[in-house]
């Protein structure tokens, strides 16, 4: 399997291998990798795949989308990331071996819980293969990597949880200072490891963002330093996760012959897209149930076909942080698909988005092609999370984060007779505990090894937003 650009194909750089979109961030012409076509299930692998343990069934569908890594080796990783031992922090009563065990809600609504990880989000469903991939490929090649990421809360934990310790990578972490919860703080400053550098900065997490691009577009420096990054356009955090999305299929139905619709609480677009790419290799998927919060520019899309991302001064702040994003940066590679897989018609979409634009897609032969792609979109605000939240409790005795909260508000205006809904569980209660006491008026709970963690002694730097100033940490320690 060779990997394309979706804004040169091959007319920029030649297909590339695996191993080497792995480290990479975005493709040299600036559009996003993905593989040249989707591998397809057939009938009797859908059977074979339905009884399978969670590493087995991520080993058959990995292979499908790379070969530059021995069998046997990508079977080891396969079966060192998915084990109870990681995913061990799932609700009480679900089975505690499924490393993602469904809840019923109601009979033909479910959630998947992907947040049982070390940092308690699905971000670590990916997150943990990649820390495992990165060692082996890096080994292979004896190379090393620096990581350079900004994050606002759950995506730089769990790029720290999946690397601490990892030879040959070592992670240089931006965060807002003071901008984080005090538990999202802890998770992240408390982790003891050398090869750990969390950055605290005295700015936004947009100056974060800043900063990790001007150091990226610094040539020399990023050839010299081997930066590297993890964020949610890497492809393999988008293969991961497809494995959950079968996962789900499986345990939701009795046979190959049953449709399924999930919904997805959405920011990036890196999750759905995954759901995006297992329906177009076979899955049974009929809808995809995208949910925003305030940030509604992906519903915006979906209801209208006009892709309008807005500036950082006109993003909300919300009690669904995760999501509050106003540029999608995986969109791109739907779009690929919907507009036939044409990278002449993306680069000029993506013309008009990289210069503060926007595009419309009315009035084009795509906009009458979309409705095969299965995708509806819903929007939930504050008072429609804290009312689910409530509810759901009240009702059920379940407690859902602000997130799943989202996709489940819209999950429920989009069911169908007789089609199961699984909403993503995308986080754990306590990372939002906040929004939790005013939903609830009390704490969730926390897992045991939790316990405590703010009190834990904290290893941070904190600098003013300054690219010149991250750079001397990076050469101070390499
Ligand atoms: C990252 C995140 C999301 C959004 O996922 P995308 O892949 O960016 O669409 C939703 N919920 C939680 C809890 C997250 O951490």
Not at 49 to 71: N, S, T
Not at 162 to 177: I, Y
Request: negative net charge; proline residues 5%; glycine residues 6%.
């Amino acid at each position: 399997m060779k990997y394309i650009s979706t804004r040169g194909a091959n007319t920029h750089e030649a297909p590339q291998n695996f191993s080497d979109i792995l480290l990479g961030g975005l493709a040299a012409d600036g559009g996003l990798y993905l593989p040249e076509t989707y591998p397809q299930v057939s009938p009797a692998e859908l059977a074979e795949w339905r009884e399978l343990p969670y590493a087995a069934l991520a080993l058959r569908i990995l292979q499908k989308f790379v070969d530059d890594i021995p069998a046997c080796d990508l079977k080891s990783l396969a079966d060192r990331t998915y084990t109870a031992n990681v995913y061990k922090h799932c609700r009480p009563g679900a089975d505690a071996s499924d490393i993602t065990p469904l809840t019923t809600i109601e009979p033909g609504l479910h959630l998947l819980e992907l947040s049982n990880g070390p940092t308690l989000a699905f971000k670590d469903m990916a997150m943990q293969l990649l820390g495992n991939l990165f060692e082996h490929v890096l080994a292979q090649r004896n190379e090393t990597i620096n990581i350079l990421g900004a994050t606002s809360g759950d995506t730089g934990s769990a790029a720290e949880y999946a690397m601490r310790g990892k030879h040959g990578v070592r992670v240089f972490m931006l965060s807002p200072h003071g901008l984080m919860s005090a538990f999202q703080r802890a998770q992240m400053y408390s982790l003891p490891d050398a090869n750990i550098f969390n950055i605290a900065i005295l700015g936004m997490f947009d100056d974060c963002q800043d900063i990790v691009k001007a150091v990226s577009n610094d040539a020399a420096f990023k050839a010299k330093y081997k930066i590297g990054a993890v964020n949610s356009i890497n492809w393999a955090r988008v293969l991961a996760q497809i494995v959950y999305y079968f996962k789900g299929y499986f345990a939701a139905t009795r046979s190959n012959a049953e449709q399924v619709s999930f919904a997805v609480p959405s920011g990036n677009f890196g999750n759905i897209c995954a759901g995006h790419i297992a329906r177009m290799m076979g899955l049974p998927i009929r809808r995809l149930v995208l949910a925003t919060n305030e940030n509604d520019v992906l519903d915006e899309f979906f209801r209208t076909g006009v892709y309008r991302p807005r500036g950082a001064a006109d993003t909300w702040v919300t009690s669904s942080p995760s999501m509050d994003i106003s540029k999608a940066s995986n969109f791109e590679r739907f779009i690929f698909d919907l507009v036939g897989r044409d990278p002449a018609v993306v680069r000029e979409l993506w013309a008009a988005v990289d210069a503060g634009g926007s595009f419309d897609l009315n009035g084009t032969p795509f906009m009458a092609r979309l409705p095969e792609f299965g995708f509806v979109s819903g929007k939930s605000i504050h008072a429609d999370r804290l009312a689910t939240i409530r509810a759901l409790w009240r009702e059920h005795r379940l407690m859902i984060d602000t997130h799943t909260a989202d996709a489940l508000k819209v999950a429920r205006e989009n069911r169908e007779a007789g089609v199961p809904m699984i909403v993503l569980e995308t986080a754990q209660p306590v990372k939002f505990a906040e929004t939790i006491q005013e939903a609830l008026g009390c704490d969730p709970t926390r897992p045991a090894d939790f316990d405590g963690i703010e009190q834990l002694p904290q290893r941070v730097t904190v600098l003013k937003a300054d690219a010149a100033a991250v750079k001397a940490l990076i050469a101070a320690n390499c």
